[in-house]
Nanobody, 126 residues
């Protein structure tokens, strides 16, 4: 059973930065694709960023390209989401997710992922 714990959320002013972390345990982290999603109140969960096991293939939602970066540290079993130039519309609960396979063709698909974290709140004030 893979367990995921997100951290790093909080309140930040527009234009600021945050780095979210997702610590994984209970599995072979180096063999898994990972993703970040977010869900704002009253909205569907939406894809933010994804990365395959080897780190060579990443995908970012159009709304965050140029502002967010996804990365992973195999030695620490941790994935990161660096968020810069934050906007009020980035306010949401952010979730990390794991797919228990190395390669996922469509990193943006919710159904591609097998395990989810509990989420961390990000609030961007204007």
């Amino acid at each position: 059973q893979v367990q995921l714990v997100e951290s790093g959320g909080g309140l930040v002013q527009a234009g600021g930065s945050l780095r979210l972390s997702c610590a994984a345990s209970g599995g072979t982290f180096s063999s898994y694709a990972m993703g970040w999603f977010r869900q704002a109140p009253g909205k569907e969960r939406e894809f933010v960023a994804g990365i395959n096991a080897n780190g060579r293939m990443t995908n970012l939602a159009g709304s965050v390209k140029g502002r967010f970066t996804i990365s992973r540290d195999i030695a620490k079993n941790t994935a990161y989401l660096q968020m810069n130039s934050l906007k009020p519309e980035d306010t949401a609960v952010y979730y990390c997710a794991v797919a228990v396979r190395a390669y996922v063709a469509d990193l943006s698909g919710v159904n591609a992922y097998d395990y989810w974290g509990q989420g961390t709140q990000v609030t961007v004030s204007s």
